[in-house]
């Protein structure tokens, strides 16, 4: 009986070491708003709108060129040629037949009627692939066929193009257009600036060949025409170029901002511009980035939240996005410095007269009139970070404050230079002499 108990039981384990072995043996499996996520799992994600990505938006040939300064070799004063700025029609089509138009009147007409009319008993005809309403009087005493159908275009706001095989003029209330541009990087990027301002948008740039290709209608074709006559016809250019940081104080206390006296000496310090917030030092050229720096580090850590430049014609204004340069996305990003300006005799001195303008999308923050002489420099300070927090409690101390330091170029077009590599450095006497002439 006692045998035949333990042979019982030693079946029964047995069986169990079997079943054991045949129960299948599950990996652990974790479960997120209804997506099986293993090893060998794939994740399933919810389908995203046809839209470009944040990466690809924010990517710009002209990013490089707007959001590097080379401090190490910076001009003060830099020549370059005058060029010629060409604007180009481009979809003319072919050359209209050679044709003579004498003593040709019309009256309160749309363009299409009046080209219709012109054209009766010849085999061309007029296509309108817009709705043209505008109407228009005149009369030609005499030319081209070329420079009539030109005329009546444009006196309705229209464009036309040619079509010789089908013998067809097609009419539109937009046009497209290139603008040949200097070799200068400065004067690109203001006569860019210009037209983002003028609000010319979906700009194709061709850094290689120096053109630009844009669309238009007739109002844009003017303001783009103005702009580069002005361009054109100036004789200096204002260029920044800048470093904003953010300096947070060591110890429970701000920035001493007196203590660049005896760091520097009072000859250094040439004007303290208070505004509605902090203030704009303008400081003379052995006060640059890095012994800024090194000054902050003294009493503070210091951070370089952006970094670029921007030029504008003698007169005009443009801005700096803070963002567009930003190493990441920080408080101060949305932060944008215009600047107007102006290089020539400011009570008997030749003075780059400015203003700065800071402002965020709250509105202006506040703004600095600045006379400066070529070679001096900006430093803006007292402009707390708190001003940038938007939550009623932050992390951030008190005294951290954002520093800029803006440094100014002139750039000198003239006609008889001729520089080697498309720009010369001036200096000593030469840079007097030109400045004065």
């Known amino acids: 009986?006692?045998?035949?108990?333990?042979?019982?039981?030693?079946?029964?384990?047995?069986?169990?070491?079997?079943?054991?072995?045949?129960?299948?043996?599950?990996?652990?499996?974790?479960?997120?708003?209804?997506?099986?996520?293993?090893?060998?799992?794939?994740p399933i994600f919810?389908?995203?709108?046809?839209?470009?990505?944040?990466?690809?938006?924010?990517?710009?040939?002209?990013?490089?060129?707007r959001c590097t300064v080379d401090w190490n070799n910076q001009s003060v004063v830099s020549v370059v040629p005058a060029e010629k700025i060409e604007i180009v029609r481009l979809g003319l089509g072919d050359a209209l037949p050679e044709l003579t138009v004498s003593e040709y009147k019309f009256k309160d007409v749309t363009v299409a009627s009046a080209l219709n009319k012109l054209l009766d008993g010849t085999d061309v005809s007029v296509v309108a692939d817009e709705q043209l309403v505008e109407k228009i009087s005149g009369e030609v005493q005499s030319g081209t066929l070329a420079d009539t159908v030109d005329l009546i275009a444009k006196m309705g706001r229209a464009y036309y193009s040619y079509d010789a095989v089908t013998a067809e003029i097609h009419l539109q209330h937009r046009a497209k257009w290139m603008i040949k541009m200097p070799k200068d990087e400065s004067i690109i990027m203001a006569l860019l600036d210009a037209m983002h301002g003028a609000d010319v948008r979906n700009l194709l740039v061709n850094w290689q060949d120096k053109t630009v290709v844009f669309e238009g209608d007739a109002q844009t074709e003017r303001e783009v025409s103005r702009i580069i006559a002005d361009i054109a016809s100036k004789k200096y250019m204002i260029a920044w170029d800048m470093d904003v940081y953010r300096v947070y104080p060591k110890?429970?206390?701000?920035?001493?901002?007196?203590?660049?006296?005896?760091?520097?000496?009072?000859?250094?310090?040439?004007?303290?511009?208070?505004?509605?917030?902090?203030?704009?030092?303008?400081?003379?050229?052995?006060?640059?980035?890095?012994?800024?720096?090194?000054?902050?580090?003294?009493?503070?850590?210091?951070?370089?939240?952006?970094?670029?430049?921007?030029?504008?014609?003698?007169?005009?204004?443009?801005r700096f996005d803070i963002g567009q340069c930003?190493?990441?996305?920080?408080?101060?990003?949305?932060?944008?410095?215009g600047a107007t300006g102006r290089y020539g005799d400011y009570g008997g001195y030749q003075k780059i007269d400015a203003k700065i303008v800071l402002t965020t999308k709250y509105g202006e923050l506040t703004s600095f009139n600045i006379p400066s002489s070529v070679g001096d420099n900006y430093v803006i300070v007292g402009i707390p970070t708190h001003s940038f927090v938007t939550t009623p409690e932050t992390l951030i101390s008190p005294f951290a404050e954002l520093v800029?330091?803006?440094?100014?170029?002139?750039?000198?077009?003239?006609?008889?230079?001729?520089?080697k590599s498309g720009e010369a450095l001036l200096v000593g006497d030469d840079v007097r002499d030109l400045l004065n002439n």
Not at 326 to 337: C, G, M, P, Q
């Open 1 to 42: 009986m006692k045998r035949f108990l333990l042979y019982a039981l030693t079946v029964f384990v047995c069986a169990g070491c079997q079943n054991a072995k045949n129960v299948p043996q599950y990996e652990t499996v974790q479960v997120v708003e209804n997506m099986v996520i293993d090893e060998k799992s794939v």
């Open 326 to 337: 930003s190493k990441e996305d920080r408080l101060e990003t949305d932060l944008v410095i």
């Open 251 to 318: 110890t429970d206390n701000p920035i001493i901002w007196m203590n660049l006296l005896p760091a520097f000496g009072k000859n250094n310090i040439k004007m303290s511009i208070p505004g509605v917030v902090g203030r704009a030092l303008v400081v003379g050229p052995e006060i640059n980035t890095k012994t800024l720096q090194e000054f902050l580090a003294q009493q503070s850590n210091v951070v370089l939240i952006s970094q670029g430049t921007f030029s504008i014609p003698n007169g005009w204004q443009s």
């Open 46 to 65: 919810p389908k995203k709108a046809a839209l470009t990505t944040d990466t690809a938006q924010r990517f710009s040939v002209e990013l490089p060129m």
């Open 404 to 419: 800029v330091f803006m440094s100014p170029r002139l750039v000198s077009i003239v006609d008889d230079v001729k520089p």
